[in-house]
């Protein structure tokens, strides 16, 4: 059987533009970032984005290529991943964890601002587990914040239903060889 990462991301906001960005330069090397917010025209505040940065302070700038987009009720999301990283070879510059979690969130939850990660699936098998906190870096949250992120994203890439799960509320399969439709 092949192996599988398990990669666990404590998120913590929610931040404006500015305060992530000062946030980050002090606590964040490398990490991932959320969008929450409404383009124009829409009515209803949606996750948009998903990034990830090895130094997370050069990416959180206004005039930043997708985040310019989300201009009402715009909510930044730090997230940091708290799993080792694989063994082995490194095939890539950027860490296979921060990597393969954005991979997913864009893909499973189709994030609109994320095309390019949106259009094919990861080549191994992730799970990846969110849990999120206060700005204080300790409380955590009761309630995520947002209703369609969910706590688990399974995705077992060998024939089996690659699963959004909301603890306590409800569960969304999706059936292979299906899921690997965009």
Known sequence: MPK??????????PYDLDTARNAAKTDYAHALYMCIGRQPYEREKAMQYIGIGEEVTTRLKEGHHKLQNVTRERQIWLGEI????????????????LDYAEWLHARFLQLPLNEKKRKSLPPCSVTVLN?????????PRRNRPHKDWPDLIDYPAYDLPARLVWFGKRQQRFLAPGYAQP
Do not use: N, Q
């Open 131 to 139: 849990r999120w906190f206060k700005t204080d870096y300790e409380t």
């Open 4 to 13: 599988h990462l398990m990669i666990a991301i404590d998120w913590f906001g």
């Open 82 to 97: 708290v799993t080792a990283e694989p063994s082995g070879r490194k095939l890539k510059a950027t860490r296979a964890t």
